[in-house]
């Protein structure tokens, strides 16, 4: 009989090993020939000189008065609280992500072994080259094909939270292009760690939801409308930058402009001079996309009730897909009582996680799939979030636990959100995609793909209608 398999995007053995090389790390653990590999590859976008992170974490030097704090910090896996700032639970679901910064069981041992072995420094040959360094002005993506700026605004220390619009800003763009990806991020006057530990610290930009338009075009949030690009990326405190699938670029017209239709500005304890950074990278020139990019909007901002003093508060939320997708990312959003969220997929009788990821308000997150593991849905798929809570004192984001919160835009309320990224794909597309990736993985009847529920059967057609002879 053929053997079953289950593709979750790990494999099963890899698992055992990495649970066994937690108490079996071989020979010394050194800084230079173990440490410090994992500082460039995980921390030292942020942990810089002169970058957002509080210390810079290059050097042997300035990395050893912080061991235990590194030891401490990267134990917490998928909490509030981790470094790197990466919350994806690696026990269930899809584990392919692109630009993944986590640690392996293995990198986490190592740093434990190293520290509760006197932190000793080994040999400086050991070192691998320096990574190059580019402070809090370096694009994540590489120097952007354009750069745009809302204006710049000014947060006084203490100010109560603030709404509203700012005035557009150019483009500059004389033909149209398709966009890649854009990154956003807040350039300000502060120096070091904020004035106190609000949500995002040492920045005043809490969200901006953002459009484009055209001279004479009406600015809207919703699918294209005229002169309107419809929706993009919402900015959020901490988020990493957004790529759009290759097959489904987002067009930025020639003569738009930016619209900053929703300004949320919080302090963040002291005077601080900012504006928000848009960059943004395009196609080649003649692209075009032969699938409709969708974003989701999957929440529940009705019945929002984060009851004081508990933890461990669940919210759900549910949609149904009216059209066949391929879901590129997944992004949850909550406010500070949010300490995790889990994305399933309902298909008939099966039910599918395909993400679980804890949540830190201070670090939104957006996850991108693999393109081998993004799921494929099929229409008629219920899209399912579950949401915890915790409005006690152990969650340090929450600045008064004795408070009952609501659904709201406050940083102080809640929000119950995925805000994750797909495409609509036709009927043959689907079956294309589907085709590729049965090819790619290999997989037979007997195989269950978390993420594709039909990825493993025979593809079904419907017959051509009958014409003439009335028949």
């Not at 930009?205 to 005229?226: C, K, N, Q, R, Y």
Request: hydrophobic residues 35%; proline residues 7%.
């Amino acid at each position: 009989m053929a053997s079953s398999r289950v593709f979750i995007g790990f494999a099963l053995c890899a698992v055992v090993a990495a649970g066994a090389e937690l108490n079996t790390v071989p020979g010394d653990v050194t800084f230079s020939k173990d440490i410090a590999p994992i500082l460039q590859r995980s921390c030292q976008d942020c942990h810089q000189p002169n970058s957002v992170a509080p210390m810079s974490l290059i050097s042997y030097k300035e990395v050893r008065p912080w061991a235990r704090s590194i030891k401490q910090r990267t134990a917490l896996r998928d909490k509030v609280g981790v470094m790197p700032p990466w919350y994806v639970e690696k026990n269930i679901g899809i584990q392919k992500y692109k630009n993944d910064i986590s640690l392996s069981d293995l990198e986490i041992a190592k740093i434990a072994k190293w520290v509760d072995n006197g932190s000793p420094e080994g040999n400086p040959a050991d070192l691998p080259p320096p990574r190059p360094l580019g402070d809090a002005s370096k694009w994540t993506l590489g120097e952007p094909d354009l750069v745009v700026s809302t204006p710049v605004v000014t947060m006084k220390a203490g100010s109560p939270d603030w709404w509203g619009e700012l005035d557009p800003a150019p483009t500059g763009l004389t033909e149209d292009r398709w966009v890649k990806s854009v990154e956003m991020r807040e350039v300000n006057d502060v120096a070091g760690d904020g004035g106190r530990k609000t949500v995002g610290s040492r920045f005043i930009f809490h969200h901006m939801i953002w459009t484009t338009t055209v001279p004479g075009g009406a600015a809207s949030l919703d699918d294209l409308g005229e002169g309107s690009s419809g929706t993009w990326p919402i900015h959020e405190v901490g988020r990493n930058a957004d790529i759009f699938p290759d097959n489904a670029g987002k067009l930025l017209k020639a003569g738009s402009s930016l619209v900053f239709a929703s300004t949320h500005l919080h302090s963040n304890g002291q005077d601080t001079k900012s504006r928000l950074v848009y960059g943004f990278r395009f196609f080649p020139k003649g692209y075009q996309p032969t699938v409709r990019y969708a974003r989701r909007a999957l929440g529940n901002g009705v019945d929002i009730d984060i009851r004081a003093g508990e933890a461990n508060q669940r919210l759900d939320a549910y949609q149904v897909l009216d059209q066949h997708t391929k879901i590129t990312s997944y992004e949850p959003h909550m406010h500070a009582p949010g300490v995790r969220m889990c994305l399933e997929a309902i298909w008939g009788y099966n039910v599918q996680t395909l993400t679980c990821t804890g949540y830190d308000h201070n670090w939104v997150r957006v996850y991108e799939y693999d393109d081998d593991a993004a799921p494929l849905l099929p229409k008629g798929t219920i899209l399912h979030i579950i949401g915890y809570f915790d409005q006690t004192p152990a969650n340090k984001n929450v600045p008064d636990p004795r408070n009952w919160s609501g659904s709201g835009n406050r940083s102080i309320s809640n929000m119950f959100i995925d805000l994750g990224q797909g495409v609509a794909l036709t009927t043959e597309q689907f079956q294309e995609e589907m085709a590729r990736r049965k090819e790619k993985l290999h997989l037979t009847a007997n195989d269950v793909v978390i993420g594709c529920p039909l990825c493993a059967s025979e593809p079904i057609y419907r017959p051509a209608k009958k014409t003439g002879g009335g028949q």
